[in-house]
């Protein structure tokens, strides 16, 4: 089985070093090409699972083009990210120790964040499982180390911006933290994951004030502080409400005023699979059909 799975991967793709772009001295690969059309039937299929995590890498890295490049230049020029990249800072060594975040004083953005994660039954282990998913390993390219940190420092840090924007893991819930994430790292992938989910969470039920939600999400996202030049340990320690003052994050007014119940019910999966659960399954069934 194991063999099995080490043939589906893909082969890792040389790159010469005549081709390496480097920034603030650190070697990146070219830019992929942008891939609409793979974005677009990815989020069709994040739109019927929303847990299919897979699909916002797959999405992220079909639109990604030079974003990447530019967010990885605004990174390296901060204090913070060059030491997050060069020490380098494991985000999700730090996120990952419940027992380290347990410690924290209550009310802190630690304990709030575990509660969510424990709450959830999520792990940061787990986002990076949903990027293997979508055939992204941080660990095939050691001479982009800086920049695939980067990546995995950005990807940790998703769920905890949850609690700083103070927004649920229901589908609009998700939907405003991903405005936030787009006005953070300024990739196009979110901003389309954000105008085909809302539409879809609008068709859902008309009476959710859907529209009022994202674009307040929005407004505050652009008076909020870059929050990857902070110091993540540093926020950790303080209570919630003060991260979130630092940061200049308000409060999602609009999000908060509908009913839990009606968050949750939008969008409820209409299947239970990943991606790649579904195309596991069809090629069992092309092989007994076969047989």
């Not at 990952?96 to 792990?123: H, I, K, V």
């Not at 950790?236 to 509908?258: H, Q, S």
């Amino acid at each position: 089985m194991m063999e099995a799975a080490e043939a589906e991967k893909p082969p890792k793709k040389e790159v010469p070093p005549e081709d390496y772009v480097w920034i603030n001295g650190f070697p990146t690969p070219p830019s992929e090409p942008v891939r609409p059309f793979h974005a677009f039937a990815s989020v069709l299929r994040l739109i019927r699972n929303k847990e299919d995590t897979r699909q916002v890498f797959e999405i992220v890295q079909a639109l990604s083009g030079d974003s990447s490049k530019r967010l990885f230049k605004r990174f390296t020029d901060t204090a913070y990210g060059r030491r997050v990249v060069t020490e380098p800072v494991k985000l999700e060594e730090a996120l990952g120790d419940r027992e380290r975040l347990r410690a924290y004083p209550e009310g802190t953005l630690a304990r709030r964040y575990l509660s969510f994660m424990e709450g959830e039954n999520l792990t940061p282990e787990g986002l990076r499982a949903a990027a293997e998913e979508a055939d992204i390993d941080y660990d095939a390219y050691p001479e982009f180390a800086e920049l695939m940190r980067l990546f995995m420092h950005l990807q940790v840090n998703h769920d905890l911006w949850h609690v700083l924007s103070g927004y649920g893991r229901d589908a609009l819930g998700e939907l405003c933290n991903l405005v936030f994430t787009r006005q953070q790292t300024k990739n196009p992938g979110f901003r389309l994951i954000v105008l085909i989910g809302g539409l879809a969470v609008k068709l859902d039920d008309w009476s959710v004030p859907t529209i009022k939600a994202l674009r307040e999400a929005g407004r505050n996202a652009k008076k909020t502080e870059w929050i990857l030049a902070h110091d993540v340990e540093e926020l950790l320690a303080l209570p919630l409400a003060e991260a979130r003052a630092r940061l200049n994050i308000a409060e999602p007014a609009v999000y908060n005023a509908i009913p839990a119940d009606v968050r949750y019910g939008l969008l409820k999966p209409k299947v239970e699979q990943t991606q790649t659960e579904r195309e596991k399954a069809a090629r069992e069934r092309a092989a007994l059909q076969s047989a």
